[in-house]
């Protein structure tokens, strides 16, 4: 199965992440929910710009997302705080 490779080559922390369409369902879900407030949009330009926004908006969000460094097992802190104390 040769098509796995390009997913088998991610770490697996970020597999879960990767295979996942959670994150798109909910972008969907958040779009869905703020047109709905709006109810009748005016024109088409009006929609886009809000759908815009929200895209924008998420974005941002998964951009700060990527900037933080992934946590460390718990198990490596132990380590580390057992080897400090010593």
């Known amino acids: 199965m ?3 490779s390009g ?3 991610f770490p ?3 597999r879960a992440k990767i295979h996942s369409t ?6 969907k879900g958040e779009i869905k929910r703020r047109t709905d407030v709006i109810g009748i949009f005016p024109n088409e330009p009006a929609i886009r710009r809000l759908v815009g926004a929200i ?3 998420q974005n941002d969000e998964w951009a700060e997302l990527a900037k933080v460094p992934p946590a460390k097992p718990v ?3 132990r380590r580390a705080s057992s080897a400090d104390a010593i």
Do not use: A
Request: glycine share 4%.
């Open 2 to 4: 040769p098509w796995l």
């Open 7 to 9: 997913y088998m080559g």
């Open 12 to 14: 697996k922390e970020h």
């Open 22 to 27: 959670n994150p798109i369902e909910r972008l």
């Open 55 to 57: 895209l924008l908006e």
């Open 75 to 77: 198990e490596s802190q």
